[in-house]
């Protein structure tokens, strides 16, 4: 009863079609868990109102202008198998660095105005995080999201 080698080789798996069938769960998997960090993240932060109310330190930010919320996006990098999550930075914008001093806390320069004169002094700005807490939301989903994610 010799077996073929067709029938020899069905008992194999191919590795071709099991990498591709992981990096295709792995891309469905991360951009959807992205996606879920991205709202949270978004939602996260609230209106600051015709009074322009800020939050209080350890709490999400305000959005006074809707900037901050409106540039938040997710994407799924194919070299590193990975998911990059947060604020797009911002160039030629004034306060560029600002998502990563409402996130970790920082000093930021205040410029006045005063008549022909402008004065400038720093503050200190204490944490506002909203991107660490969206994290620490969505990672418990993870591994529910992995489970039976690779498809024949």
Known sequence: MAKSII?????????KEVVSAADKAAR???????AFIRR???SSIKPGGRK??????GQPPRSQTGLLKRFIFFGYDKSTQ???VGP????GVKGKDAPHTLEYGGK?????QLSAFSSKKYVTIAP??????ALNKNLPKLPAMWANSIKK
């Open 128 to 133: 506002r995080p909203y991107m660490n807490p």
């Open 52 to 57: 322009h109310k800020t939050s209080l330190p």
């Open 82 to 84: 990975s998911v990059v």
């Open 7 to 15: 029938q020899f080789k069905k008992m194999f798996f191919d590795s």
């Open 40 to 42: 949270e993240a978004k």
């Open 108 to 112: 930021a320069a205040i410029s006045h």
């Open 28 to 34: 469905s998997v991360l951009s959807k868990i992205g």
């Open 88 to 91: 797009a930075k911002l160039g």
